[in-house]
């Protein structure tokens, strides 16, 4: 009996085995993987790696790429901190899978040793039709490494519904004096938020919001630092660390005042909960990047009824901080000339990004161009944001992610506790990223 | 019904409590999910959020699917996963057998070092590995992530069937070997067969290392072998998260897992009580 059994288990293993062996040759003979197309081996093609949500930008340049030049673009997509990570990984082991990488401009400092400068690319004519902060940062040590493929900014976004009701406006007027419009300073944008934070169905709870306040993010709050007239955001080109001085201070005093106006779990709040609020018809205002015109569901609350206008200004004037992605070009890998090749086609046909899921472009003459059109209501306080005097860059700090993981990220999420001392999180921070960057 | 049997009695109905609200505790996250994958991409992003769908839509599950490449992860993935299991237990059961069977003091430094090997963070040597593929021309191919992630599972693998191993009773080798069987005939066709719940639950952890992991196949796989958990990850976007087609996708994914655990549940069960009372 036992051993009619034991025959039995052991056909059953070797069947499996057998199975088992079949797959793995099978494997192994076809080459392994299913996916996509064969890697862009060939001198008629090349790889683009690139962050998920801006693939789509960059496709409709490839197709006509292909057309134009008989050169494939395969694109391999990563989320974006893997992306980080593959970059990280692949310059340090010396070996690349891929010929242009598109950047966020907070990664240029990190990698510029690792990319074919651009400088040839970036004529007096191309530099003047980028924005001045996109030039500026492009740059790492006096060297272009990256050549802006679109370009974003916040801007503010308000629900008109409610800005053009008349007894909205009536009331405004009278419990604050002047107009109801769309706010253009921290004061007006404050007591807008203040005035729209109302329970509308009289049962006590509030119903509608005023603004969000984002806490798990950093570059709201760095845009109202620019905002106080701030030359140097958070680390200056001499290494000095300006936090816990009276411009952020008062950024954060300012960032933290419209929590009252603000639904609750701020210190948690991210890019993706602030839309979705929003959308939802939760808030009256948001200051948010301007791709997300495009991007507001048909069947949402505020469907038909957004508007859009430039970045609010604080003492410093207006400020937005540029949201940047750059295509580079690895030293490392053979196709140098396709991949430049590529790169400067992506400039000259920036306009093919325009008609895309996020729709943005990074050429000043592009957007203007669309501006005025239907649809495209946001370029115009994009490009003015953009254009402003207090709008700079992020440092080209190569430590950059790390002071804005370790340093920004928790101390914008204690300052947005209620009772929080604004004054000592700056000062502890700005011992933490001394410490980073030392 | 006297003290003792309402004593009992008790114990059970708080022993039924505790276990529900465990299955509850570890099965509600898989269940919003699931629920999630049938909301409208609006009710997704519903804030408060709601947990039943107001209106029940598949939409969610054509876009993840219509979606380019997720197919090909899905068939990645399971080359991947089905590859590496085989390789981890192919290099598995004769090491964990020798270390069971000979009882070196190699052997014992062999089984440590196993361990270690588990301990070593998988970024270390995933990015030597990138350069070692490259070299051997197998990048971005699902036998080089096959052989990343048995570096995760083999060491769990060799320990798990050295326990197994450990309980065969080595008089049956011997009396396999009086009716004429060599060593390697004992072992095929007598330890084997008896430790066959053992080898199908070093399997299942093999193949669902494999399955999960996310590390490997970011920093190894590009258009060819990219597998579904990199997939997955590309619905959240720095500008957006498809929170439905997300979902939809984990939820088709998990499908596998829970089939495969379902068909070998009676040996998973019998593996993990194997060698726990030694007759």
Redesign the interface.
Known sequence: MMLR???R??R??LVGAAG??A??TT??LS?????????AAGDDSI?VLV????HGELQPIADQFETDTGTSV???????D?LY??LN??F????L??DVAAL?SIWLPTFAEALTPLDDVFTDEVQSDLFPALVTEAQVDGSFVGMPAWTNSEILYYRTDLFEDPAQQANFKAQFGYDLVPPTTWEQYADVAKFFTQDTDGDGQVDIYGTDVKGAVETEWLATLSQTGEKDMVVGDDGTVSLGDEDSLEALDFYTSLLPYA?SGAAQLD??GS???F??G?VAMMRF?A?AYK?I?A??AVAGNVGVMTMVGGPGGVAGVPGAWYLSVPAGTSKQEKALEFVQYAYDHNELSVDT??GLASRISVLEQYQDKPGYENYKPLIDTLNAESTIPRPANPKWQEIVDSALIPMIQKAVVPGADNQKLLDDAKAQVESIIE | MNGLETTRVSSRAILWVALVLLVVLYGFPFLYMLFTSFK???ET???PPTVLPSTWTIENYTSAIGR??VV??F??SV?TA??S???S?VLALPAAYAVTRFRTRFGRFFIVGALVMRMVPP?VI???M??IF??LG???????LAIAHATISLPLSIWLMSSFFEAVPEELEEAAKIDGASRLGAL???V???T?GG?AVTAIFAFLASWNEF?FA??LT?????TTP?VI?????????DWGAMTALAVLYSVPVILLALVLQRHIVAGLTAGAVKG
């Open positions: 059994i034991h025959r288990m052991s059953r293993v088992v062996l797959v793995v494997a192994v080459g392994c993987g299913a996916g996509g197309g064969a890697p790889t962050e998920a949500g801006g395969t694109f391999v997509e990563l989320p974006y893997g990570n593959r990984s692949e340090s082991s010396g070996s899978s891929f966020d639904p890019w993706a839309q979705n609020l959308n939802q939760q990047w791709h991007q569901p069947d949402s899921d996020l | 409208t991409p609006l992003i519903a804030v380019d490449g090909a992860s068939i990645n080359v089905v590859l299991t085989a390789i237990l970024i995933g990015v030597p990138i350069g490259r070299s197998i990048s971005d191919t699902s036998l080089a095929w066709r007598v084997l067969p008896v066959a080898i590390l970011l920093l590009a258009t060819r072998s990219q990199i990850a590309n619905f959240q976007t720095q500008f957006g998260l």
